[in-house]
């Protein structure tokens, strides 16, 4: 069984930068595609970023530049370092995983973390 927790939220000040960590505790991490997503009061859950086992990214338009996501696979960790904080990147901040096999999907979410952007 895997699982995922999130750690590195709080409240900063627009401009700010914040580290999210996402420890992932289970086998096969390194074959994993994660994710940081995000949800923002009265939003929908939007995908932040991705890092492929690989290690190939991609970033959602509002965070390109700001964000990067990175992982340490002897570490079995996911890592998101947020610069040049705005208010409207306030929101929680959820790691997933994915894995995909023959015949099934393997999906991991953690529990949240806050990031608060306001001063």
């Known amino acids: 069984q895997v699982h995922l927790v999130e750690s590195g939220g709080g409240l900063v000040q627009p401009g700010g930068s914040l580290r999210l960590s996402c420890a992932f505790s289970g086998s096969r991490f390194s074959e994993f595609i994660m994710h940081w997503y995000r949800q923002a009061p009265g939003n929908q859950r939007e995908l932040v970023a991705l890092i492929g086992s690989d290690g190939i990214t991609n970033y959602t338009g509002a965070v390109m530049g700001r964000f990067t996501i990175s992982r340490d696979n002897a570490k079995n960790t996911v890592y998101l370092q947020m610069n040049s904080l705005k208010p409207e990147d306030t929101a929680v901040y959820y790691c997933?995983?994915?894995?995909?096999?023959?015949?099934?999907?393997?999906?991991?979410w953690g529990q949240g973390t806050q990031v608060t952007v306001s001063s």
């Open positions: 997933n995983g994915d894995r995909v096999v023959p015949g099934r999907e393997y999906v991991y």
